[in-house]
């Protein structure tokens, strides 16, 4: 890593870890104990300039500090959202891998789709298995959830995920889009 990248990936986890911090929340409508925040996106945003170490970094160190200061309900509640945060950036890689970049804007409304489709449709079916697996363990893993209640509350989760992944993403995207710009640098291009 160059001092440019560290500099970068200070600032953007810096930035994720004030945003989680932050009062900026809202409980989602259809099940108040999921909370909508916005601190994802500069992990995606990162994730889409410098690749796959350099937003992994980004997502541990917000989950570390996260459970040092503020694990919330669940005191394993971050390791989900790393769960959650990793999944998302494997949906994106798989993307970028196999699709490539396009430089002209049809290309470009294109691949933010298919970044945004296949990065929702991996947090939503990964963090389904998880949630299923663990919500049924006594805290600090999960929450004592009986079977019924776990199956009844694993449609409300799936619908926050994708929900969550719609608007983060397509934010993401933009945000290191301008900064790849205003910066003058190429965005990460995974290796053939």
Not at 50 to 70: D, M, R, S
Not at 152 to 169: V, W
């Amino acid at each position: 890593m160059d001092t440019r990248t560290i500099a970068l990936t200070s600032v953007f986890a810096a930035f994720t870890v004030i945003l989680n911090l932050s009062p900026l929340r809202i409980p989602a409508p259809f099940a108040p104990f999921l909370i909508y925040q916005v601190w994802e996106i500069p992990i995606v945003a990162v994730f889409l300039l410098y690749g796959t170490l350099t937003g992994a970094a980004v997502a541990f160190i917000n989950t570390l500090v996260l459970l040092a200061v503020f694990p919330g309900e669940l005191p394993t509640g971050p390791l989900y959202n790393l769960a959650a945060t990793l999944a998302t950036l494997f949906g994106i890689y798989l993307v970028h891998r196999f699709a490539g970049t396009h430089s002209n804007r049809r290309g470009e409304k294109a691949l933010t789709i298919l970044f945004t489709a296949v990065g929702t449709l991996s947090r939503v079916g990964v963090m389904t298995i998880i949630n299923w697996a663990l919500l049924g363990y006594p805290p600090p893993l999960g929450l004592s959830l009986p079977e019924e209640a776990i199956m009844a509350t694993l449609p409300l989760i799936a619908l926050f995920n994708a929900t969550l992944a719609l608007y983060t993403i397509p934010l993401g995207y933009i945000i290191a889009k301008r900064v790849s710009l205003s910066l003058k640098m190429r965005m990460w291009e995974p290796k053939a």
